[in-house]
């Protein structure tokens, strides 16, 4: 039995968030193509639960797990799809473990293919605007290593500030590393 849900926070949003060229939609089975084109990256399955050079099958496990994210209660996993095309070109998530002192923390990632046209950006923009609609998130952090210039850009271009480096701070590839926190927090209504 769950338990209730004042705030709403559980519930799936209305109207898929958007900005730019891209939507944060439910996934569907066919994302599974994008599962696999990810996992060929070298650092994502670091960080998350997509295996490494994942079959079809072992993708389509890894989507049908993002489906239960929220009735989790972990978050929210989106597919990161093409305005136009509804083509998944990525995902991100806002996860919601530590809801109760008010932090989200905010992940992303775009298929090598379609990287380098801003999607990044359009997606943390939607994800990050999606935030501020539920009333218990206060702030939203990022954890970037220092090295990925190309996610501490992205993290920048949409207004989150460089806040602190946190040693040993993340956990990547089963070892913890080194992680700048980015953050953006709500502005207080006056």
């Known amino acids: 039995m769950s338990s209730p849900d004042p705030d709403g926070l559980w519930a799936w949003p209305v109207d898929c968030p ?6 944060l939609r439910h996934f569907h089975d066919e994302d599974g193509a994008a599962a696999v084109a990810l996992s060929a990256d070298p650092y994502v399955p670091l960080i ?4 490494a050079h994942a079959s079809a099958a072992q993708a389509a496990q890894w989507v049908t797990a993002q489906r239960g994210r929220l009735a989790e209660r972990a978050g929210f996993s989106f597919a990161v799809a093409d305005s136009g095309t509804d083509v998944c ?11 109760e002192t008010g932090v989200a923390t905010a992940g992303y990632a775009i298929v090598p293919a379609s ?16 935030a501020w609609t539920l009333p218990p998130v206060l702030r939203i952090e990022l954890h970037i290593e220092p090295w990925n210039v190309a996610s501490r850009g992205v ?4 207004g989150y500030a460089e806040e602190a480096l946190l040693p040993r701070g993340h956990e990547v590839g089963g070892e913890l590393r080194d992680v700048l926190q980015y953050v953006m927090a709500r502005t207080p209504a006056r």
């Open 18 to 23: 958007a900005s730019g060229g891209v939507r």
């Open 48 to 51: 998350g639960t997509l295996p």
């Open 89 to 99: 070109v990525g995902f991100a998530g806002l996860w919601l473990r530590q809801i």
């Open 115 to 130: 990287r380098g046209g801003g999607r990044a950006i359009d997606a943390l923009t939607a994800l990050t605007a999606f």
């Open 155 to 158: 993290a920048a271009r949409v």
